[in-house]
């Protein structure tokens, strides 16, 4: 498992590093130098316009895990509002606030979020509102599940007989049961928002060029599938170990919470 | 039993009405003027005020909300999808057309998915720990983090490019059908296998068991009869969101193997913003998706009598 650490840290290293460790300006075009194969001059070889591969990757990191991270928080905040709405607020407040995440919840996420982003207009603002709308309803039927079987638990009629309501039950009572698992849910849907921000970046529907986004990286790469296959390699490879990483540390979490819930 | 059903039918009925608000409401407030676009789309150059205003008037661009979400409701509801203010032409047939390759590759994808994940879960379950059963969960994280965008390019470079042995682009034979289905399937069944894998060890801890075994009954009898009813609960539970797995890779791998299929059908309407085509896609979808949801949690009640009916 220390590996995944390792793994993580050194993500979150090249993440925040990128700019300094990239040998090129990642949007400089350098014509003469286009399609290049991997080489001393760049590493991972240059794209169709001759940007440095390798910088646009380092930079892309900042587009695709930082989006990634921004997402998951603002759908966390979302949902954990609505499932602790649903909650604590009464049976009316439970039921609108389920139906309401069963109707999210009955349309695909990519696919809903390919629709709102497209309509809306390519662009970063559209990608993070689609993604975050429709990602949120995973948190909401968890920390509802969680919320209910707390209520009944004796330190929270106690807190209630004590004259606490509604938010500083919430703040003070739920929270704290609620972070184990919201974090493990939390790994799950950063991976999920990595995956969906490539995959509308590759249908042109994400991060707009000329900045360095992963799947916007795959987009350009693939026309050039037959003459520079290599090119088309290292973005989806960068995302695929990001999602894996993220995955098993999310796991790891997982094992550890169940252990402890077992020995408590 | 009759109660839990009406329950769970209304509930449905009431989640999809939410939908058709849900879509509505994004489609009335997209960006843009669908007038102009439609008029671009139709004239090409030739726009003029005139003539934006009046595809305006013949679409109905000019009613209030709810006004017209109770026009574009009633029709929906006779399953009439209206027609395509960008082609003029009549939507379903075209959804139709699109349906009919989308459906069979689904299909394919989701039988590679069990056929190869239910093996591999039970050889890997034979020795908890062992080589295969690292192997099969090593696969399955792996699967899970390759976009379907990105295997299917890779599996276009080897088969298509390199060895020449498949067709990758298009969708005029069936052998057209084998790349994107092997890019989904494998997607399916790297989550199947970590499911039925963690399923089957999970009942194997049942403490049910050793007094089955104690009564006599056969080894083979408490796998088939006991073991694998109980592994099969966490299978139809993650159904809904294979199924949802299964569509979201679709989207993207009808447009990567230029396949004429709903993905494809989606993404053009969203780029020609056509509305009629959109909502057709989404509405279907939600529709398919509730009623799967629907049958999930009839079936889930019956395999497992402990379901009360009060859980969400």
């Not at chain 1, 590493?43 to 989006?67: F, Q, V």
């Not at chain 2, 407030?29 to 005020?49: C, K, S, V």
Request: hydrophobic share 55%; net charge positive; aromatic share 10%.
């Amino acid at each position: 498992m220390r590996s995944v650490w390792v793994l993580v840290i050194v993500l979150i290293l090249l993440a925040g590093l990128g700019p300094m460790l990239a040998p090129y300006d990642p949007t400089a075009i350098n014509i003469p130098k286009r399609l290049s194969p991997p080489s001393v001059e760049f590493l991972l070889g240059t794209d169709a316009l001759g940007r440095d591969i390798l910088s646009r990757l380092l930079y892309g990191a900042r587009w695709s895990l930082g989006l990634a991270f921004l997402i998951s928080v603002i759908s966390l905040v979302i949902g954990t509002t609505i499932g602790l709405a649903a909650a604590l607020g009464g049976k009316i407040a439970d039921w609108v606030m389920m139906r309401t995440t069963d109707t999210f919840l009955a349309f695909p996420e990519l696919v809903a979020a390919i629709v709102i982003a497209g309509l809306m207009g390519a662009g970063t603002w559209s990608l993070i509102f689609a993604l975050s709308v429709t990602g949120w309803m995973r948190y909401a039927r968890v920390t509802r599940g969680i919320g209910l079987s707390v209520q009944s638990r004796g330190y929270v009629l106690q807190a209630r007989l004590a004259g606490l309501r509604g938010w500083s039950i919430a703040r003070w009572h739920y929270l704290p049961s609620l972070i184990p698992s919201l974090t493990v849910v939390w790994t799950g849907m950063f991976a999920r928002a990595i995956l969906g921000i490539s995959a509308l970046g590759f249908l042109g529907f994400g991060v707009q060029p000329p900045n360095p986004e992963w799947g916007s990286m795959l987009l350009d790469a693939r026309v050039h599938l037959r003459s520079t296959p290599l090119q088309m390699i290292w973005p989806g490879l960068a995302v695929v170990i990001c999602v894996l990483a993220i995955n098993l540390t999310g796991d790891a979490l997982r094992d550890a919470l169940a252990k402890r819930d077992t020995y408590e | 039993m009759i109660k839990t059903f009406g329950g769970l039918v209304m509930r449905a009925i009431v989640v999809l009405f939410g939908t058709a608000i849900l879509t509505f409401a994004l489609l009335w407030n997209a960006p843009g003027d669908p007038a102009q676009a439609i008029a671009m789309a139709r004239f090409d150059a030739l726009l003029t005020e005139e003539v934006i205003d009046q595809v305006r008037e013949e679409v109905g661009l000019n009613r209030s909300f709810w006004q017209a979400f109770g026009d574009w409701l009633g029709p929906l509801l006779r399953l009439d999808l209206g027609y395509s203010a960008v082609t003029g032409r009549p939507v379903w047939p075209d959804l139709r057309t699109a349906i009919g390759y989308t459906f069979p590759l689904a299909f394919v994808a989701l039988a590679i998915g069990l056929v190869s994940s239910v093996p591999l879960a039970i050889l890997a379950t034979k020795r908890p720990g062992g080589f295969i059963d690292r192997f099969a969960v090593g696969i399955a994280s792996l699967g899970n983090a390759i976009p379907a965008y990105w295997l299917g390019l890779i599996l276009i470079l080897i088969f298509a490019v390199k060895l020449a042995w498949l067709p990758a682009l298009g969708a005029s034979t069936p052998a057209h059908a084998i790349l994107p289905a092997l890019t989904l399937g494998l997607g399916v069944a790297a989550s199947l296998t970590r499911i039925i894998r963690s399923g089957i060890l999970e009942a194997r801890g049942q403490p049910f068991l050793p007094a089955i075994r104690r009564r006599g009954v056969a080894e083979r009898s408490v796998g088939r009869d006991h073991i694998a009813p109980h592994a099969a609960i966490p299978v139809v539970t993650v159904f809904g969101l294979e199924l949802a797995f299964l569509l979201e890779g679709l989207v993207l791998v009808e447009v990567i193997f230029g396949r004429p299929g709903l993905g494809t059908f989606l993404v053009q309407a969203i780029l020609a913003r056509d509305f009629s085509h959109v909502q057709a896609v989404v509405v279907l979808t939600a529709l398919v998706f509730v009623i799967v949801n629907l049958i999930i949690d009839l079936i889930y009640r019956v395999i497992d009598p402990r379901i009360g009916e009060n859980d969400a």
